[in-house]
């Protein structure tokens, strides 16, 4: 028999009731100028900065720092992405296990994705200096606080496989049983997680720049400081246009692995 609403039983119901209250709450909390916001003044000096972009910078010398912006962007999102699920993956067995291992391992996991990708580049910055190493590092360590996380979901879910049991009844050792049945059967999704998180990191990497990390952030903040806005509707398409081919790159390998 179905539990009446908002009965003790029903633990949805509580939860959703309590998801409301937080979202009335916030609107109550917040100063949201939303008359502000809407009004004619507003509306016609948004007006006024969206056609400063127009008409976009094309010209054959813009062209050429702008493509190695591209590429530079497109590098540091691919080679932060891997050394990540490098990274996740190594940390993720001994998160993946109870014990004091285990918990220090999750612990150090919470603590390199709770730390946000620009804080990280900013922090970096004065290790690795201006320029693109530091962005490809602070991509790599937050990405691999996310990836660990979800590679080590992966595994504890896949430990009572009946491959992964087969092979420890008949006495393989623990790296026989990850080698031929753990990362098999976690293969297709742990590539699938990557390659989630590379169609993030392409977007994170765009921004990077901003604090001096390189890529197209970096052209970005340069010629909106100058209120080159001709520039800055270039460097902005480059982007979309970037983040548009990884994401469709990523969505077809990904379909590719699920058939």
Not at 17 to 44: E, I, N, T
Not at 151 to 156: R, T
């Amino acid at each position: 028999m179905r539990p009446p609403l908002f009965d003790a039983r029903c633990r949805a119901c509580w939860v959703m009731a309590g998801l409301l209250a937080l979202v009335v709450a916030s609107f109550w909390s917040l100063d949201l100028q939303w008359a502000a916001f809407l009004s004619s003044d507003a509306l016609r000096a948004m007006g006024r900065f969206v056609a400063e972009f127009f008409p976009p910078d094309w010209s054959p010398a813009f062209r050429a720092k702008l493509l190695p912006a591209a590429w530079e962007t497109l590098a540091m999102s691919l080679l932060g992405t891997l050394l990540a699920a490098a990274a996740g993956l190594a940390l993720a067995l001994p998160a993946s296990r109870p014990g004091g291992v285990g918990t220090l391992a999750r612990t150090l996991l919470n603590a390199l994705r709770a730390v946000p990708e620009l804080v990280w580049a900013a922090l970096l910055l004065i290790l690795a200096g201006l320029g693109p190493m530091a962005g490809t590092l602070a991509l790599a360590v937050h990405t691999a606080g996310v990836l660990g996380r979800l590679f080590a979901q992966s595994l504890e879910t896949v430990n009572g496989h009946g491959a992964v049991q087969t092979l420890r009844l008949q006495g393989c050792s623990p790296t026989q049983v990850f080698a031929y049945a753990t990362l098999p059967t976690l293969l297709p999704q742990l590539i699938s997680y990557t390659l989630y998180r590379w169609e993030n990191n392409i977007r994170a990497a765009a921004v990077l720049g901003v604090v001096g990390a390189g890529g197209l952030g970096q052209l970005l903040a340069f010629h909106m400081g100058l209120f080159h806005m001709g520039k800055t509707a270039s460097i902005l398409i480059a982007m979309l246009v970037l983040v548009a081919l990884v994401d469709g790159l990523s969505a077809w390998a990904r379909r590719r692995l699920a058939s």
